[in-house]
Protein backbone atom coordinates (compact mmCIF):
# COMPACT_ATOMS: atom_id res chain seq x y z
CA UNK A 1 0.00 0.00 0.00
CA UNK A 2 0.62 4.00 -0.60
CA UNK A 3 2.91 4.99 2.51
CA UNK A 4 2.77 8.97 3.06
CA UNK A 5 4.26 10.80 0.15
CA UNK A 6 5.91 14.57 0.07
CA UNK A 7 6.07 16.55 -2.66
CA UNK A 8 8.32 18.47 -3.91
CA UNK A 9 12.01 16.46 -2.57
CA UNK A 10 13.60 19.34 -3.30
CA UNK A 11 12.59 23.02 -3.25
CA UNK A 12 15.52 25.63 -3.54
CA UNK A 13 13.44 29.24 -3.15
CA UNK A 14 15.26 33.07 -2.94
CA UNK A 15 14.91 34.50 0.76
CA UNK A 16 11.84 36.31 1.23
CA UNK A 17 9.50 33.93 -1.12
CA UNK A 18 6.56 31.99 -0.47
CA UNK A 19 6.51 28.17 -0.41
CA UNK A 20 3.84 25.86 -0.14
CA UNK A 21 4.81 21.93 0.70
CA UNK A 22 2.54 19.38 0.25
CA UNK A 23 1.90 15.83 1.90
CA UNK A 24 -0.38 13.36 1.26
CA UNK A 25 -1.03 10.86 4.12
CA UNK A 26 -1.88 7.07 4.35
CA UNK A 27 -5.57 6.81 3.00
CA UNK A 28 -7.41 6.59 6.18
CA UNK A 29 -5.11 8.06 8.93
CA UNK A 30 -7.16 11.26 10.65
CA UNK A 31 -4.38 12.58 12.46
CA UNK A 32 -1.28 14.33 10.30
CA UNK A 33 1.49 15.71 11.78
CA UNK A 34 4.26 18.38 10.51
CA UNK A 35 7.75 18.27 11.88
CA UNK A 36 11.56 20.53 10.61
CA UNK A 37 14.43 18.82 10.80
CA UNK A 38 18.00 20.58 11.11
CA UNK A 39 21.16 18.91 10.38
CA UNK A 40 22.05 17.06 13.21
CA UNK A 41 19.15 17.44 15.32
CA UNK A 42 16.25 15.20 15.85
CA UNK A 43 12.39 16.25 14.16
CA UNK A 44 11.21 18.92 16.31
CA UNK A 45 7.22 19.50 15.85
CA UNK A 46 5.23 22.14 14.45
CA UNK A 47 1.61 21.17 14.10
CA UNK A 48 -1.00 18.35 14.49
CA UNK A 49 -4.34 17.55 12.71
CA UNK A 50 -7.14 15.37 13.74
CA UNK A 51 -9.14 15.35 10.61
CA UNK A 52 -9.45 18.80 9.35
CA UNK A 53 -8.40 21.24 12.66
CA UNK A 54 -5.34 21.78 13.92
CA UNK A 55 -5.52 20.29 16.97
CA UNK A 56 -2.20 21.84 18.21
CA UNK A 57 -0.17 24.29 16.37
CA UNK A 58 2.05 25.53 19.31
CA UNK A 59 5.36 24.40 17.43
CA UNK A 60 5.19 26.57 14.61
CA UNK A 61 7.79 29.32 14.97
CA UNK A 62 6.09 32.54 14.13
CA UNK A 63 3.22 33.72 11.80
CA UNK A 64 4.65 33.09 8.54
CA UNK A 65 4.26 29.41 8.92
CA UNK A 66 0.51 28.38 8.27
CA UNK A 67 -0.67 24.93 7.44
CA UNK A 68 -3.86 23.71 6.20
CA UNK A 69 -5.83 20.47 5.77
CA UNK A 70 -9.11 21.39 4.36
CA UNK A 71 -10.79 17.95 3.42
CA UNK A 72 -9.05 15.56 5.95
CA UNK A 73 -6.75 14.64 4.12
CA UNK A 74 -3.69 16.11 1.79
CA UNK A 75 -2.20 18.93 4.09
CA UNK A 76 -0.12 22.19 2.74
CA UNK A 77 2.41 23.98 4.78
CA UNK A 78 2.89 27.43 3.58
CA UNK A 79 5.73 29.31 4.76
CA UNK A 80 5.21 33.01 3.99
CA UNK A 81 8.82 35.71 3.55
CA UNK A 82 11.10 32.64 3.53
CA UNK A 83 14.32 33.72 6.03
CA UNK A 84 17.99 31.46 5.48
CA UNK A 85 16.62 30.05 9.20
CA UNK A 86 14.22 28.31 7.35
CA UNK A 87 16.43 25.72 5.46
CA UNK A 88 15.67 22.27 6.75
CA UNK A 89 14.21 18.90 6.07
CA UNK A 90 10.40 18.92 6.55
CA UNK A 91 8.86 16.01 7.84
CA UNK A 92 5.06 14.57 7.75
CA UNK A 93 3.77 11.84 9.38
CA UNK A 94 0.36 10.22 9.38
CA UNK A 95 -0.75 7.83 11.99
CA UNK A 96 -4.30 5.90 12.71
CA UNK A 97 -5.91 8.52 15.64
CA UNK A 98 -4.39 10.04 18.19
CA UNK A 99 -0.43 10.90 18.23
CA UNK A 100 0.89 8.54 20.45
CA UNK A 101 -0.36 5.91 17.92
CA UNK A 102 2.58 4.66 15.09
CA UNK A 103 3.31 7.39 13.25
CA UNK A 104 4.10 6.73 9.62
CA UNK A 105 6.43 9.34 8.34
CA UNK A 106 7.16 10.76 4.49
CA UNK A 107 10.46 10.95 2.99
CA UNK A 108 10.88 14.65 4.07
CA UNK A 109 11.14 17.87 1.51
CA UNK A 110 14.78 19.46 1.73
CA UNK A 111 13.43 22.91 1.85
CA UNK A 112 16.95 25.64 0.72
CA UNK A 113 16.52 28.87 1.10
CA UNK A 114 19.47 31.11 -0.85
CA UNK B 1 8.53 20.04 30.46
CA UNK B 2 9.19 17.01 28.53
CA UNK B 3 12.99 16.67 27.46
CA UNK B 4 14.40 13.70 26.06
CA UNK B 5 18.19 13.14 26.33
CA UNK B 6 20.71 10.87 24.17
CA UNK B 7 23.91 11.55 25.69
CA UNK B 8 25.99 9.57 22.82
CA UNK B 9 26.08 11.70 19.77
CA UNK B 10 28.24 9.18 17.59
CA UNK B 11 28.82 5.31 18.45
CA UNK B 12 31.25 2.81 16.09
CA UNK B 13 31.46 -0.47 16.87
CA UNK B 14 32.63 -3.77 14.57
CA UNK B 15 30.39 -5.72 12.98
CA UNK B 16 28.92 -8.32 15.55
CA UNK B 17 29.52 -6.67 18.51
CA UNK B 18 26.47 -5.73 20.97
CA UNK B 19 25.52 -2.29 21.44
CA UNK B 20 23.57 0.05 23.95
CA UNK B 21 21.76 3.62 22.98
CA UNK B 22 20.79 5.54 25.69
CA UNK B 23 17.79 7.44 26.35
CA UNK B 24 16.95 9.60 29.47
CA UNK B 25 13.19 11.25 29.40
CA UNK B 26 12.31 14.03 31.63
CA UNK B 27 8.33 14.35 32.44
CA UNK B 28 5.48 15.29 34.99
CA UNK B 29 3.07 13.15 33.35
CA UNK B 30 2.47 9.92 34.87
CA UNK B 31 0.74 8.46 31.48
CA UNK B 32 3.02 8.73 28.77
CA UNK B 33 4.90 6.89 25.72
CA UNK B 34 8.14 6.69 25.02
CA UNK B 35 9.47 5.32 20.96
CA UNK B 36 12.08 4.68 18.90
CA UNK B 37 12.84 5.34 15.72
CA UNK B 38 15.79 4.66 13.27
CA UNK B 39 16.43 7.33 10.39
CA UNK B 40 18.71 5.36 7.83
CA UNK B 41 21.09 7.66 5.30
CA UNK B 42 18.06 7.41 2.76
CA UNK B 43 16.58 9.81 5.28
CA UNK B 44 13.22 8.75 5.85
CA UNK B 45 11.98 8.10 9.56
CA UNK B 46 11.32 4.20 10.70
CA UNK B 47 9.32 3.61 13.41
CA UNK B 48 10.65 0.82 15.76
CA UNK B 49 8.54 0.77 18.94
CA UNK B 50 5.98 2.19 21.55
CA UNK B 51 5.93 1.94 25.17
CA UNK B 52 3.51 2.94 27.54
CA UNK B 53 4.70 4.33 31.08
CA UNK B 54 2.46 1.45 32.84
CA UNK B 55 4.29 -1.54 30.80
CA UNK B 56 7.72 -2.07 32.09
CA UNK B 57 8.30 -5.10 30.79
CA UNK B 58 11.36 -5.56 28.57
CA UNK B 59 11.09 -5.83 24.86
CA UNK B 60 12.67 -8.63 22.29
CA UNK B 61 12.17 -8.28 18.67
CA UNK B 62 14.56 -10.13 17.37
CA UNK B 63 17.83 -8.51 17.73
CA UNK B 64 16.68 -5.76 19.45
CA UNK B 65 15.85 -5.16 22.82
CA UNK B 66 14.33 -1.91 24.70
CA UNK B 67 14.80 -1.92 28.72
CA UNK B 68 12.29 0.67 30.45
CA UNK B 69 13.23 1.75 33.69
CA UNK B 70 11.06 4.04 35.30
CA UNK B 71 13.35 4.01 38.45
CA UNK B 72 15.99 6.14 36.54
CA UNK B 73 13.30 7.62 33.81
CA UNK B 74 15.60 5.51 30.77
CA UNK B 75 14.39 3.90 27.96
CA UNK B 76 17.77 2.21 26.31
CA UNK B 77 17.73 0.67 23.28
CA UNK B 78 20.22 -2.76 22.71
CA UNK B 79 21.37 -4.32 19.33
CA UNK B 80 22.60 -7.38 19.48
CA UNK B 81 25.32 -8.99 16.85
CA UNK B 82 24.99 -5.57 15.10
CA UNK B 83 25.11 -5.88 10.86
CA UNK B 84 26.45 -3.08 9.02
CA UNK B 85 22.40 -2.57 7.68
CA UNK B 86 21.97 -1.13 11.38
CA UNK B 87 24.13 1.62 10.77
CA UNK B 88 21.92 4.84 11.14
CA UNK B 89 20.81 7.49 13.44
CA UNK B 90 18.67 6.20 16.48
CA UNK B 91 15.91 9.20 17.81
CA UNK B 92 14.01 8.31 21.08
CA UNK B 93 10.73 10.33 21.42
CA UNK B 94 8.69 11.00 24.24
CA UNK B 95 4.73 11.90 24.27
CA UNK B 96 2.49 13.20 26.94
CA UNK B 97 -0.93 11.86 26.51
CA UNK B 98 -2.53 15.19 27.65
CA UNK B 99 0.00 16.76 25.42
CA UNK B 100 -0.11 15.97 21.43
CA UNK B 101 3.71 16.26 20.82
CA UNK B 102 6.11 13.68 20.12
CA UNK B 103 9.30 15.61 21.33
CA UNK B 104 12.44 14.08 19.92
CA UNK B 105 15.86 13.96 21.33
CA UNK B 106 18.88 14.82 19.35
CA UNK B 107 19.13 11.12 18.22
CA UNK B 108 22.50 8.73 18.21
CA UNK B 109 24.68 8.28 14.90
CA UNK B 110 25.55 4.40 15.11
CA UNK B 111 27.96 3.28 12.53
CA UNK B 112 28.62 -0.49 12.17
CA UNK B 113 32.25 -1.24 10.77
CA UNK B 114 32.56 -3.87 8.62
Known amino acids: GAGVSQTPSNKVTEKGKYVELRCDPISGHTALYWYRQSLGQGPEFLIYFQGTGAADDSGLPNDRFFAVRPEGSVSTLKIQRTERGDSAVYLC????????????FGPGTRLTVL | AQKVTQAQTEISVVEKEDVTLDCVYE???????LFWYKQPPSGELVFLIR??????QNEISGRYSWNFQKSTSSFNFTITASQVVDSAVYFCALSEERDDKIIFGKGTRLHILP
Open chain 2, 51 to 56: RNSFDE
Open chain 1, 93 to 104: ASSRDRMYNEQF
Open chain 2, 27 to 33: TRDTTYY
